[in-house]
């Protein structure tokens, strides 16, 4: 029992390091927190860095995701701690203890844990974010349909109640997060990517 919360609270910590914030430090960058649309996320880094900025936070954001599960499995820990770490992990990005719990969005790193849970459905999902990004060049859009998918495609592909319940729970806190998205979406004034 001691042994699995303490892989939960170490999915938190790892969670907890903002990739935006430090890649901004080592390459020069404001804050993203303070710039552009304050989000501390790959496409902001993106916008306000450029593409090597957002690629490195893209890919630290995932990392971290996927290193929290794979920790967890490392350790022997049953697939519900595995399901709660993925969720710690997740949060932690949500809500920085390094950082005044003011973090992202989560897209990146529910992809990296969904990718450590189970790669098949991670895959699918990183390709339906990528035809939905290429087909409307709407980087929120694509995050939205991709996490709406994700527990259907783990359902279909490894129906583990413990893993669709994480990433169904993580699915419903990304629609929370990108809540102005989506009003901008309706409205039609959402920010497209490369402008």
Known sequence: MITDLAIILAGYLIGSVSTAVIIGRLMGIA???SQGSGNPGATNMLRIGGKTAGAL????????GVIAVLLARYFGASVTVQAATALAAFLGHLYPLYFGFKGGKGVAT?????LGLYWPAGLAT???WLVVAVIFRIS?????VAAALAPVYLWWLQPEPALI????????MLYWRHHENIRDLIAGTEGKIGR
């Open 31 to 33: 804050d993203p927190r």
């Open 57 to 64: 936070t893209l890919a630290g954001d995932m990392l971290k």
């Open 110 to 114: 529910a992809l990296g844990v969904l």
């Open 126 to 128: 990183i390709a339906t």
């Open 140 to 144: 929120s859009l694509a995050a939205l």
């Open 165 to 172: 319940a994480a990433m169904t729970i993580m699915a419903v």
